[in-house]
C-alpha cells in the first residue's frame, strides 16, 4: 500500500462541529465543540444516543457560552471530557461512568490549567488544549499551538488527581508548515509506546476565532523519549479534530476521524485513516 489512505467512512446526521472521538467495544463516542451532550454512536445499527452532561443540556451552544469540550480520554472505566481552557468558562472535566454512562462528577481545573501555563510561561491568549491521554496513571494534554506565539506543547501531568495534587513535566514541538502555515495539536492517543498525533495548519493567530483550514497532517511521538518519530500530511481540506484507534495488522494501522466543520449543521463526517506501520521521517 502507499504510506496511507484517507477515505469517508460514513456521516452521522445530529452531531455538529465534532472534536474528539473514542471507539470503544464496537460503539463511537463523541464529543462536540458546541454541546453539552457525550454522543454514543452505534456503529453496526447506526443508531445515535445522548448522554446528557449538564442540566438543559443542548446541541448547539452560543459560542461566548460554550464549555467547549475540546478533548475525551478513557480508561477501562470511565470517559474524561475537557474544556480547552482557552477563556473562563472552558475550565471544566467531567467524568462519565462507561458501564451506566451517567455523570461521575464534574471538575473544576481552573488551578490545574493555571498551573501549566505559568510552568510553561504561556500567555493565555496561546492555551488552547485540544488533546487529552490518560496511560496508567500519566496524563497527557496537547495545547493547540494555533495562538499568536504558535506554542504547541505537550503537558505532561503526573500525581493523586488533577486538581490540587500533581507535577508538570513540558514538552513543545515546533510542527512542520503546510502552504505556510504552522500546523498546531488537534487530537492525539497512545498505543503502546507511541502517541500518535493530529495536527491542523489553520490560518489564524487567536484560539478563539476560526481561520482559513490548508490541511492536517498525522504524526508519531516516541513516549520514552517525547521525540517525534514522523509526520505527514493527509489532507489539503479537512480540519481533522479527533483521532481514534479502529484496528491493526501485521503492516498497517488504522484509525477512525473526525472533522470539525465549524458550522451549526448537525452532521459529523468519519474517516478511516490507513498507516503503514513501516512510516517514519
Keep these: 500500500m502507499e504510506k496511507?489512505?484517507?477515505s469517508l467512512l460514513f456521516k452521522i446526521i445530529g452531531i455538529g462541529s465534532a472534536s474528539g472521538l473514542v471507539f470503544n467495544h464496537g460503539n463511537l463516542y463523541l464529543i462536540s465543540d458546541n454541546s453539552t451532550y457525550l454522543y454514543e454512536y452505534?456503529?453496526?445499527?447506526?443508531?445515535?444516543?445522548k448522554i446528557q452532561?449538564?442540566?438543559?443540556?443542548?446541541?448547539n451552544i452560543a459560542k461566548k457560552l460554550k464549555p467547549d469540550f475540546e478533548a475525551i480520554a478513557h480508561n477501562d472505566s470511565y470517559y474524561f471530557l475537557f474544556g480547552s481552557g482557552s477563556t473562563e468558562n472552558r475550565n471544566k472535566m467531567i467524568q462519565v461512568d462507561a458501564k451506566t454512562k451517567e455523570v461521575i462528577k464534574t471538575f473544576d481545573l481552573s488551578f490545574l490549567y493555571e498551573s501549566m501555563r505559568s510552568f510553561a510561561e504561556m500567555e493565555a491568549d496561546d492555551f488552547n488544549l485540544e488533546g487529552a491521554i490518560y496511560d496508567d496513571g500519566t496524563w497527557y494534554f496537547f495545547n493547540r499551538g494555533n495562538g499568536?506565539?504558535?506554542?504547541n506543547v505537550v503537558f505532561t501531568v503526573t500525581g493523586e488527581n488533577l486538581e490540587d495534587d500533581y507535577r508538570i513535566l513540558i514538552n513543545e514541538y515546533k510542527l512542520p508548515k503546510i502552504k505556510g502555515v504552522r500546523a498546531s495539536f488537534t487530537d492525539a492517543i497512545s498505543i503502546d509506546d507511541s502517541i500518535y498525533f493530529l495536527a491542523?495548519?489553520?490560518?489564524?493567530?487567536?484560539?478563539?476565532?476560526?481561520?482559513?483550514?490548508?490541511?492536517?497532517l498525522i504524526g508519531r511521538i516516541d513516549s520514552n523519549t517525547m521525540?517525534?518519530?514522523?509526520?505527514?500530511k493527509i489532507t489539503d481540506t479537512n480540519?481533522?479534530?479527533?483521532?481514534?484507534?479502529?484496528?491493526k495488522t501485521r503492516s498497517t494501522i488504522e484509525f477512525l476521524l473526525c472533522e470539525d466543520n465549524d458550522t451549526e449543521q448537525l452532521e459529523s463526517s468519519i474517516y478511516n485513516l490507513t498507516l503503514d506501520l513501516k512510516m517514519r521521517k
Design 227 to 232: 521525540k517525534v518519530e514522523f509526520t505527514k
Design 200 to 216: 491542523t495548519a489553520e490560518n489564524t493567530e487567536s484560539t478563539y476565532n476560526d481561520g482559513e483550514v490548508v490541511g492536517s
Design 4 to 6: 496511507f489512505q484517507l
Design 42 to 49: 452505534q456503529m453496526d445499527s447506526t443508531q445515535l444516543n
Design 148 to 151: 499568536k506565539n504558535k506554542r
Design 239 to 247: 480540519k481533522f479534530e479527533g483521532l481514534t484507534f479502529y484496528k
Design 53 to 59: 452532561l449538564t442540566e438543559n443540556a443542548t446541541d
